[in-house]
């Protein structure tokens, strides 16, 4: 076995990594970018060099590099956990070639599968099911528009070095094709550096399963069970489980089986992961193989029992498979979120920032029999309060995982730990992973890849203006916090903000504001105690313990328990699973504020200019396309809000751009009468 390894990635995965090998007692070197020198990989491994600045093309993408530190440091192995140079076969190569042993499969089984087009014509010859498609080198615009049409619409593009969604397209009609294609390739060049692309049916109503296989370097291969990825938002997983609901034992096995055969086509070693597109009717396709660890790999842990990484690790050592195929069981249901800094409300748009609170759910809370399982419950996380969330890299805050008895347990126990879980400083998914959770078609296990868009009623429902008790919590906190500071056990009462007043009660207007609503508040100061008037109602609130962000209220009688984090005006209040964010609205600090410049459309990112559709004094129409950008390897469209005359284009193409930076400006048409 290893006595050290080097570890070529970042956040979760290289903490994930470093977890295991330190149980195991191997010795692990981080490598890090300037953006990360205070991150939590480089905290948890041994050691850590610098290789780079932020850019991951500058820094994690540097294979020489990388194996440059591995060799000075002693290391005799390197994880490339996923993404990065994970499925780079020449890196594979160049591992070999410094003596160093690549954990992961051989460079000719990456190669095999890294084109998707050339996977697919390997995957004919081994006899498993495909889509209808066209997946050869031809790339003429032309001749790609003539095979969709041919394949029938709606048709699916996808960049065939590619995954994680980026790179891909769905595309209803001819006459969008060219348009799409474009997009298409630009965001396939700038993610994998190969804009080739193929097209192939777009199923309706599919479902997303993958099976995890393992192979060893003595010709044995087994499959660790399925794993149902449906649950997706822009073709990227947001919710996985294992085992997928409703699946026969008869075509588990038949999927397994063909998986299996897809690895030992290509003389797979190690972990890796089959991707079947299935029908409601049980039929299923070969999509593609990732050569390398999944992010959902935890689901499988927890139903299998396994760790996965000690198996990449024992296998990439010369040692044979721990368990073979009759000895694999399926144990109960697992369920992974993954916990994004995205605003799924804006298209989920990815957030940036720094956690100033974050508190994950307490691992208690999930005991089975009295007794806590340690499988129960898990946080796979590369970040910690304090930390940012960067514009270079991947928005993930943590992958939270439960497990059940059962699927309805493992739902339940979901749903409890996503109400605990806070996060404060930027945007988060966790409200709504939670309605996802909870919501009729997910529960009842009505799954394929277009859930969220055919539930947006229920997954996105109209805001409700925050309740009197939540108002209440928010308010108390300003109070609490405006008291003055006990010195010698004297306070003076002339420095007392609680309302101290020799004949008089003093009476004071406060104003919280959500996007959608308005909260005035009448404060009345009693002695122990403070009388609010709201459009709700009034209540008498008396304040019965407060530590820290944690506040119990006495409201008319009733206990109301929450806990608020004060970010600058902004109250965020966490009460019954529920995140409220209330902007207290200053009167002082606002007098005289000027409004806010218009007709002036922004950034909502960091990020760079990849195209300009319009020049200064073009019409458009209200939705047409204005502005191309990238950010965190997404293609961001800036439209038209309605129609009118463009005034003038701030950046050109290639341009860097800051978040709230205006890119150009826009005149409004008016209509006469």
Same mark, same amino acid.
């Given at each position: 076995?290893?006595?050290?390894?080097l570890?070529?990635?970042?956040?979760?995965?290289?903490?994930?990594?470093?977890?295991?090998?330190?149980?195991?007692?191997?010795?692990?070197?981080?490598?890090?970018?300037?953006?990360?020198?205070?991150a939590?990989?480089?905290?948890?491994?041994?050691e850590?060099?610098?290789?780079?600045?932020?850019?991951?093309?500058?820094?994690?993408?540097?294979?020489?590099?990388?194996i440059?530190?591995?060799?000075?440091?002693g290391?005799?192995?390197?994880?490339?956990?996923?993404?990065?140079?994970?499925?780079?076969?020449?890196?594979?190569?160049?591992?070999?070639?410094?003596?160093?042993?690549?954990?992961?499969?051989?460079?000719?089984?990456?190669?095999?599968?890294?084109?998707?087009?050339a996977?697919?014509?390997?995957?004919e010859?081994?006899?498993?099911?495909?889509?209808?498609?066209?997946?050869?080198?031809?790339?003429?615009a032309?001749?790609?528009?003539?095979?969709?049409? &041919?394949?029938?619409?709606? =048709? /699916?593009l996808? $960049?065939? !070095?590619? *995954?994680?969604?980026?790179?891909? @397209?769905?595309?209803?009609?001819?006459?969008?094709?060219?348009?799409?294609?474009?997009?298409?390739?630009?965001?396939?060049?700038s993610?994998?550096?190969?804009?080739?692309?193929?097209?192939?049916?777009?199923?309706?109503?599919?479902?997303?399963?993958?099976?995890?296989?393992?192979?060893?370097?003595?010709?044995?291969?087994?499959?660790?069970?399925?794993?149902?990825c449906?649950?997706? &938002?822009?073709?990227?997983? =947001? /919710?996985?489980e $294992?085992? !997928?609901p *409703?699946?026969?034992?008869?075509? @588990?096995?038949?999927?397994?089986?063909?998986?299996?055969?897809?690895?030992?086509?290509?003389?797979?070693?190690?972990?890796?992961?089959?991707?079947?597109?299935?029908?409601?009717?049980?039929?299923?396709?070969?999509?593609?193989?990732?050569?390398?660890?999944?992010?959902?790999?935890?689901?499988t842990?927890m139903?299998t029992?396994?760790?996965?990484?000690?198996?990449?690790?024992?296998?990439?050592?010369?040692?044979k498979?721990?368990?073979?195929?009759?000895?694999?069981k399926?144990?109960?249901?697992?369920?992974?979120?993954?916990?994004?800094?995205?605003?799924?409300?804006?298209?989920?748009?990815?957030?940036?920032g720094?956690?100033?609170?974050?508190?994950?759910?307490?691992?208690?809370?999930?005991?089975?029999?009295?007794?806590?399982?340690?499988?129960?419950?898990?946080?796979?996380?590369?970040?910690?309060?304090?930390?940012?969330?960067?514009?270079?890299?991947?928005?993930?805050?943590?992958?939270?995982?439960?497990?059940?008895?059962?699927?309805?347990?493992?739902?339940?126990?979901?749903?409890?730990?996503?109400?605990?879980?806070?996060i404060?400083?930027?945007?988060?998914?966790?409200?709504?992973?939670?309605?996802l959770?909870?919501?009729?078609?997910?529960?009842?296990?009505?799954?394929?890849?277009?859930?969220?868009?055919?539930?947006?009623a229920?997954?996105?429902?109209?805001?409700?203006?925050?309740?009197?008790?939540v108002?209440?919590?928010?308010?108390?906190?300003?109070?609490?916090?405006?008291?003055?500071?006990?010195?010698?056990?004297?306070?003076?009462?002339?420095?007392?903000?609680?309302?101290?007043?020799?004949?008089?009660?003093?009476?004071?207007?406060l104003?919280?504001?959500?996007?959608?609503?308005?909260?005035?508040?009448?404060?009345?100061?009693?002695?122990?105690?403070?009388?609010?008037q709201?459009?709700?109602?009034?209540?008498?609130?008396?304040?019965?313990?407060?530590?820290?962000?944690?506040?119990?209220?006495?409201?008319?009688g009733?206990?109301?328990?929450?806990?608020?984090?004060?970010?600058?005006?902004?109250?965020?209040?966490?009460s019954?699973g529920?995140?409220?964010?209330?902007?207290?609205?200053?009167?002082?600090?606002?007098a005289?504020?000027?409004?806010?410049?218009?007709?002036r459309?922004t950034?909502?990112?960091?990020?760079?200019?990849?195209?300009?559709?319009?020049?200064?004094?073009?019409?458009?129409?209200?939705?047409?396309?204005?502005?191309?950008?990238?950010?965190?390897?997404?293609?961001?469209?800036?439209?038209?809000?309605?129609?009118?005359v463009?005034?003038?284009?701030?950046?050109?193409?290639?341009?860097?751009v800051?978040?709230?930076?205006?890119l150009?400006?826009?005149?409004?048409?008016?209509?006469?009468?």
């Amino acid at each position: 076995m290893f006595t050290k390894i080097l570890i070529a990635n970042r956040g979760e995965i290289a903490c994930r990594v470093a977890a295991t090998a330190r149980r195991m007692g191997i010795k692990t070197v981080a490598v890090y970018s300037e953006a990360d020198a205070n991150a939590k990989h480089v905290a948890v491994c041994d050691e850590a060099v610098l290789i780079g600045p932020a850019p991951a093309k500058e820094s994690y993408l540097l294979g020489d590099k990388i194996i440059d530190v591995a060799l000075a440091t002693g290391a005799q192995a390197i994880h490339p956990g996923y993404g990065f140079l994970s499925e780079n076969s020449d890196f594979a190569d160049a591992c070999a070639k410094a003596g160093l042993v690549f954990i992961g499969p051989p460079a000719s089984a990456i190669r095999a599968m890294g084109s998707k087009s050339a996977a697919k014509t390997l995957m004919e010859k081994a006899k498993v099911p495909l889509v209808p498609g066209y997946h050869g080198e031809n790339q003429d615009a032309d001749f790609l528009q003539n095979e969709a049409d &041919r394949i029938g619409y709606p =048709v /699916l593009l996808k $960049a065939s !070095a590619g *995954g994680g969604g980026k790179g891909m @397209r769905v595309i209803e009609h001819s006459v969008d094709f060219k348009a799409a294609l474009a997009s298409c390739k630009r965001e396939a060049i700038s993610s994998f550096g190969d804009d080739k692309v193929l097209a192939e049916k777009y199923l309706q109503r599919p479902r997303h399963i993958e099976i995890q296989v393992f192979a060893d370097s003595y010709g044995d291969c087994v499959y660790l069970f399925e794993r149902d990825c449906s649950v997706q &938002r822009r073709h990227q997983k =947001v /919710l996985e489980e $294992a085992p !997928a609901p *409703g699946m026969p034992s008869e075509r @588990r096995a038949a999927m397994g089986e063909a998986a299996v055969a897809a690895a030992k086509a290509v003389g797979y070693v190690g972990a890796g992961t089959v991707e079947f597109i299935a029908n409601q009717d049980g039929s299923f396709y070969f999509m593609e193989m990732n050569t390398r660890l999944q992010v959902e790999h935890p689901v499988t842990e927890m139903i299998t029992g396994t760790d996965l990484v000690e198996w990449q690790l024992r296998v990439a050592a010369g040692e044979k498979l721990p368990l073979q195929q009759s000895e694999l069981k399926i144990h109960g249901h697992a369920i992974e979120a993954r916990v994004y800094a995205e605003n799924p409300e804006k298209g989920f748009l990815p957030s940036i920032g720094t956690l100033r609170h974050a508190r994950t759910p307490d691992a208690v809370n999930f005991e089975l029999g009295g007794a806590l399982d340690p499988a129960a419950f898990r946080i796979d996380s590369g970040v910690r309060e304090g930390d940012t969330i960067s514009p270079f890299y991947d928005p993930m805050i943590a992958k939270m995982i439960v497990w059940g008895r059962d699927r309805k347990e493992a739902l339940a126990r979901m749903a409890q730990a996503l109400s605990e879980y806070q996060i404060v400083g930027l945007s988060s998914n966790i409200a709504f992973l939670k309605r996802l959770i909870e919501s009729q078609a997910f529960s009842s296990a009505e799954l394929d890849t277009g859930l969220i868009e055919r539930n947006q009623a229920e997954l996105f429902p109209v805001p409700l203006p925050a309740s009197l008790a939540v108002v209440s919590l928010a308010t108390a906190a300003l109070l609490c916090s405006e008291r003055a500071v006990v010195t010698d056990g004297k306070m003076d009462p002339w420095q007392d903000s609680q309302g101290w007043r020799m004949n008089s009660v003093l009476q004071r207007a406060l104003q919280f504001d959500e996007e959608t609503h308005t909260h005035q508040v009448e404060v009345s100061y009693l002695p122990d105690s403070w009388l609010l008037q709201t459009a709700a109602g009034s209540v008498i609130v008396h304040v019965d313990a407060i530590a820290h962000n944690d506040i119990v209220l006495k409201i008319g009688g009733q206990t109301v328990k929450g806990t608020v984090v004060r970010d600058g005006e902004h109250f965020h209040v966490f009460s019954h699973g529920v995140h409220t964010d209330l902007h207290y609205k200053d009167a002082l600090a606002h007098a005289g504020e000027a409004e806010a410049e218009t007709g002036r459309l922004t950034a909502p990112m960091p990020g760079k200019i990849v195209a300009v559709m319009v020049a200064s004094g073009q019409e458009v129409k209200k939705g047409e396309p204005l502005v191309i950008m990238e950010a965190m390897k997404m293609e961001h469209t800036i439209a038209a809000p309605h129609d009118g005359v463009v005034d003038e284009v701030l950046y050109a193409v290639g341009d860097q751009v800051t978040e709230g930076a205006p890119l150009l400006a826009f005149k409004q048409e008016v209509k006469q009468d």
